[in-house]
């Protein structure tokens, strides 16, 4: 059974940082591609971003230049550095996986989802 563990939430201040990291487990292969998803309060689940096979990323727009996804090579392990962090950032974060095809930021391609990981942007 694969499972997707998310670590590195918390509280930080606008402006500050923070590494969320996700190991997956029960999955040997490489996925076709892993992210981020995250759901702000009273918002749309929404994808960050994504890291394919070939180790291109793609981010959404309202986080170009601030975060950035990495893959520690040759492993299911992703991370996503979250730098000058605002308000509106605040939200339930999870990693994400396809065994199967990758869809970017449309949430079907993803068949292996993390429990979440909490970050919250506030002074």
């Known amino acids: 059974q694969v499972q997707l563990v998310e670590s590195g939430g918390g509280s930080v201040q606008p402006g500050g940082s923070l590494r969320l990291s996700c190991a997956a487990s029960?999955?040997?292969?490489?996925?076709?591609?892993m992210g981020w998803f995250r759901r702000g309060p009273g918002k749309e689940r929404e994808g960050v971003a994504v890291i394919w096979r070939d180790g291109s990323p793609d981010y959404l727009t309202a986080v170009k230049g601030r975060f950035t996804i990495s893959q520690e090579k040759g492993k299911n392990t992703v991370y996503l550095q979250m730098n000058s962090l605002k308000s509106e950032d605040t939200a339930m974060y999870y990693c994400v996986a396809s065994s199967t095809f990758c869809s970017g930021f449309a949430e079907y391609g993803y068949n292996h989802w993390g429990q979440g990981t909490q970050v919250t942007v506030s002074s």
């Open positions: 029960g999955y040997t292969a490489p996925f076709n591609c």
